[in-house]
């Protein structure tokens, strides 16, 4: 079982940057990792994924301000978020892939913060 920790949250000014990390209990080498997002009251929402081989996936909203990273040594995912706007406002979550024999398992992190002021 992988546990996932995110941090890296907080207020920041429409404009600004964070980076946000997650740091995985366990080898997550060849996860599929990614980051999703949730604001009250709607559906955890795809912001971001990265594979295994460093391939990654972006939503139209965020494609070419949020890179997506990973550090496999370190079982860290990150998530570089420029140019923020109020409406990038959400709880972040961290999301582990696994696939097995059973078929796929996903993991995910308690979330952080995110808060643009305008």
């Known amino acids: 079982q992988v546990q996932l920790v995110e941090s890296g949250g907080g207020l920041v000014q429409a404009g600004g940057s964070l980076r946000l990390s997650c740091v995985a209990s366990g080898n997550i080498a060849n996860n599929r990792m990614g980051w999703y997002r949730q604001t009250p009251g709607k559906q955890r929402e795809f912001v971001a994924t990265i594979t295994s081989g460093g391939g990654t996936n972006y939503a139209d909203s965020v494609k070419g301000r949020f890179p997506i990273s990973r550090n496999n040594a370190k079982n860290t995912v990150y998530l570089q978020m420029n140019s923020l706007k109020p409406e990038d406002t959400a709880d972040y979550f961290c999301?582990?892939?696994?696939?097995?024999?059973?078929?796929?398992?996903?993991?995910w992190g308690q979330g952080t913060q995110v808060t643009v002021s305008s």
């Open positions: 999301n582990a892939e696994e696939v097995s024999a059973l078929g796929y398992h996903y993991y």
